[in-house]
């Protein structure tokens, strides 16, 4: 790589100094300009193409993609499907999962008010301390304190599970982007099956159709019409497991909407920029011409 770089970079220096091929090479100009403006398209396209594609190859054959309406440049969440969806983590995963990155006050932007938020955040105990005479005490949570977590510490969770850690979900949305994120998640969550007739399953263990090595160690969370939405939406498994995921991908990126916004404003002043500058170069060189 080194030895070939140096050698390109010395026959350009001997290029230089022989008149032959340095008038060679300023008569081709414009093929190289336009080679070279060939290859800056060729390189923009990889570029905008490239997610897809690395998607596409990483995909397990189980995971399929689903459409998620925070992907791409255009990328919001759906806030009745958020609400929906903090309504599944709350009355369902949180006896197993934490979610300790978040604030209750945060779910103000799910249009929770803040007597509502107090309230929910009340229903659980935090340690707090120490008081006057230095004791630790408990007290209910309030909308500053984080998402109260179901065990004390991972031991606990361990031995409530069978030995096996139920994850804190802050950030597991973005963590299992190498495996397919989002998609793998709600995968996950519609694909308990019953186990092929060869397959053996240890005790406290269930067949999963995207679970490395099919055997996992969570029950399957979601039954049909297990929880009544707020909005009276039906509770059908996929309804919630859109609805959870797409809430738990809120929870490890809450301020997507406004980077892909800011993106975009970006974008269009680049456009607009682009246009001007390139109308002002034209009157400047008309002169010249
Ligand atoms: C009864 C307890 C329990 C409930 C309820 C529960 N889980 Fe789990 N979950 C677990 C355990 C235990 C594991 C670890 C599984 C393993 O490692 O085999 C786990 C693992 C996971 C994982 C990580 C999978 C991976 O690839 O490592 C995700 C994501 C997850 N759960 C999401 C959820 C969601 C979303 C809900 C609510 C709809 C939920 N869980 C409800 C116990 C639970």
């Not at 159709?209 to 929880?227: R, S, T, W, Y």
């Amino acid at each position: 790589m080194t030895a070939s770089l140096q050698r390109s970079g010395a026959s350009a220096r001997s290029g230089r100094s022989d008149g032959r091929i340095y008038g060679r090479i300023h008569n081709n100009n414009n093929s190289v300009m336009r080679f070279t403006t060939l290859l800056f398209i060729s390189f923009l396209c990889a570029c905008l193409l490239a997610p897809s594609v690395s998607l596409a190859s990483s995909e397990k054959s189980a995971v399929k993609k689903e459409s998620w309406s925070f992907r791409g440049i255009f990328g919001h969440f759906e806030k009745a499907s958020l609400r929906r969806g903090y309504e599944v983590y709350d009355q369902v995963c949180a006896s197993c999962h934490g979610l300790r990155f978040l604030h209750y006050r945060d779910l103000e932007a799910l249009d929770y008010s803040r007597a509502q938020i107090a309230a929910l955040a009340a229903r659980l105990e935090v340690e707090d301390g120490p008081n006057d005479t230095g004791e630790l005490y408990s007290r209910s949570a309030l909308p500053s304190d984080r998402f109260v977590s179901p065990f004390a510490n991972d031991e606990a969770a361990r031995f409530a599970n069978n030995g096996a850690l139920p994850p804190d979900l802050s950030l597991i949305v973005t963590q299992a982007g190498g495996k397919g994120g989002a998609d793998f998640i709600y995968a996950l969550l519609t694909g308990y099956a019953d186990p092929p007739a060869d397959f053996v399953l240890a005790e406290g263990l269930y067949y999963n159709k995207v679970f490395k090595g099919h055997a996992i160690a969570m029950p399957p969370p979601l039954f049909e019409g297990m929880i009544a939405y707020s909005d009276g939406e039906k509770a059908s498994i996929e309804r919630m497991a859109h609805d959870v995921t797409q809430f738990l991908a809120w929870a490890s990126d809450p301020s997507l909407e406004v980077r892909k916004r800011m993106g975009l404003r970006v974008l269009i002043f680049l456009a607009v920029f682009f246009v001007v500058a390139f109308l002002y170069k034209r009157r400047v060189w008309a002169r010249v011409r």
